[in-house]
Structure formats: C-alpha cells, structure tokens
Nanobody, 123 residues
Framework: QVQLVEFGGGLVQTGGSLRLSCAASGRTFTNYAMGWFRQAPGKEREFVAAINRSGGMTSYADSVKGRVTISRDNAKSMVYLKMNSLKPEDTAVYYC????????????????WGQGTQVTVAS
C-alpha cells in the first residue's frame, strides 16, 4: 500500500494563493492515480481535482476549474495542488488520495488517504 502525507495548508486572504503538496511513500508511485478532495465542517467530502498515473490527464470540479492546477512529479513521488484566487468557500480540510487504475472523481473509489491539511481563506 501507499502512505500519503499532505502539507502546505494554512491561512490566506481572499484572492491569495496556496500550493498543497502530498508526499507518497511505500509502493511504486506510478501505480497510483491521485486525487485531491476537501471537506468543510458539516459537509460531505467533495472532489477537487484528479490526475492519472502519468500526469497526462486531469479533471477538476466545476467549483475550482480555472483556479486550481493539479500536477505530479513521479520522480519525487509527489502530487501538488496549486490554488489561486482563493475564496472563503474554499475553506476546508484538503485530503490527498490514491488508487490503482484510472483516476476517479468520487471519494469511494480511492483506497488510500492522507490525514489532511487545513486551508482557511479569510474574507
């Protein structure tokens, strides 16, 4: 299995930017499609972005499209989420997730999860 650790969250002002990172260890990183999800208090975990094993295909939630970029560095076993033009509604705990096979946009298809990193966008 693969272990995932997210970092890079924090407090940012509306309109600001953050880059979240997720470090993977354990099995061969290129075996895993990766995704980012987020969960705000009192809400269900929701899809943010996903990337396939090679990094050549990506998918984004409509709520973040155009403001967020997912990328991966297979040589470093890292996946990133660059977020721009942040809004208060982006405030949530952000989770990195991995699965074998093609990437998905629903949480239940992912087998491995990090512990999450808090992103707070102040208005």
């Amino acid at each position: 299995q693969v272990q995932l650790v997210e970092f890079g969250g924090g407090l940012v002002q509306t309109g600001g930017s953050l880059r979240l990172s997720c470090a993977a260890s354990g099995r061969t990183f290129t075996n895993y499609a990766m995704g980012w999800f987020r969960q705000a208090p009192g809400k269900e975990r929701e899809f943010v972005a996903a990337i396939n094993r090679s990094g050549g295909m990506t998918s984004y939630a409509d709520s973040v499209k155009g403001r967020v970029t997912i990328s991966r560095d297979n040589a470093k076993s890292m996946v990133y989420l660059k977020m721009n033009s942040l809004k208060p509604e982006d405030t949530a705990v952000y989770y990195c997730a991995g699965r074998t096979g093609p990437y998905g946009t629903v949480a239940r298809v992912y087998d491995y999860w990090g512990q999450g990193t808090q992103v707070t966008v102040a208005s």
